[in-house]
């Protein structure tokens, strides 16, 4: 019994489009993913008692914008501005949300266990990639 060929397989023009389509749909989602990620800033997400109550855009701050947030007995002064968020003080018992500092990227938050207040940032990291896997 004789062996069969496999048959030759030769690109054709259209397969050129195709490949072409392909490299600029790539390309336009790659764009799209990191071009959106610097447009949307880094934003403090201020929760009281798991609740949000304010999200500020802080790439839209002129400056250091100090704010007194009251919550369950307590009164925090926050600072905002556009490089992060910090709490300059507070009249809770153990000052751990004080103690913890300024906070400038992506995820990073700060808490007030007594007052049941945190601030979260959220929005652009600085690569515009949150996380990668694998």
Not at 57 to 69: K, Y
Not at 113 to 128: H, Q
Request: charged share 15%.
């Amino acid at each position: 019994m004789p062996m069969r060929q496999s048959p030759e397989i030769r690109p054709k023009p259209a397969d050129a489009l195709v490949a072409l389509f392909v490299i600029l749909l790539a390309a336009a989602l790659a764009l799209g993913v990191w071009g959106h990620g610097a447009e949307s800033g880094l934003s403090a997400v201020i929760s009281v008692d798991g609740q949000v109550t304010e999200t500020v855009n802080l790439s839209l701050l002129a400056g250091p914008e100090v704010r007194e947030l009251t919550a369950n007995g307590y009164t925090l002064r926050l600072r905002l501005s556009p490089d992060g968020a910090e709490v300059l003080e507070a009249d809770c018992p153990n000052q751990v949300c004080v103690r913890t500092g300024a906070i400038h990227r992506s995820g990073q938050s700060v808490v007030c266990l007594p007052a049941r207040i945190s601030v979260m940032l959220a929005g652009n990291t600085e690569n515009g990639v949150d996380a990668v896997l694998g």
